[in-house]
């Protein structure tokens, strides 16, 4: 076996050490124009750090990034958590690279003070959805053989439905806020699987998803407006999204309609 280097690390910005420069070398190689590439990117070279804790846990053979996993939530109270993107490389599958990478990951877990209440994941095959089980992953919706993926933290309920209960409590009134890539979980992750558990799609006409949003308004900060919808006690329950020129575009939570 080539000779291996583990590393966790968290992005700042304005400097990226040798394990951020290796995955974000494959990362422009696996599909750059994705979002999801982009959007790693975009936190590897430190530009969410002040709003997110983002935690990467890679193997380096050579400088290569030969296996990578990666879990992160909004700097802010009650924060939901994302945890994914773990793949190996082919020729490296099969020696246990995966797995002492993960256990990297659960050994950070077990040790922070700072977690969200949950962790939410996609999941496309029921042979991962079994290994993540080894987790403390489940699937979020009822009858599901594959993701959306949910893992409570803390004294969060332990189903989906139960959490979603929990989070998405009555309120008087809504708040609006601009839209910022703290909240990106919020939205893409937890309120796209309770749209989902409800039979509703997710997505705007002109925006199918914010973190696609953040990342145009990145690139162009007059292509249109941003927000979040949050209620008093301070969780995200929609969003919106005005194109240049054009009308609001708005999706809340249907507890909240």
Known sequence: MEHLTYHAFSPVAGKMGSPAKALFRVMEQENSEQPYSRMIRF??????SAECSDNYFVAIADDECVCRHWYGWGKHPESIGNWGNFRTAEHMQGNGVGGKVLKMWLEDKNNRNDLPLALLC????????????????????KGAEIGPLYCPLGDSPETFDSFCDSYYRPAAELICLPGSVGYRHEIDCLLNFALQANQIPFGLPSMPTYEMALLLLAQDPTAGILERFATPQ???????????????????????R
């Open 234 to 256: 301070g969780h995200t329950v929609g969003w919106a999204f005005t194109p240049r020129g054009q009308k609001r575009e708005i999706q809340i939570h249907p507890a909240y």
């Open 122 to 141: 996609s999941c496309g095959t029921p042979s991962l959805v079994a290994y993540y089980s080894k987790y403390g992953f489940r699937p979020a919706l």
């Open 43 to 48: 936190r590897l070279e430190g530009k969410a």
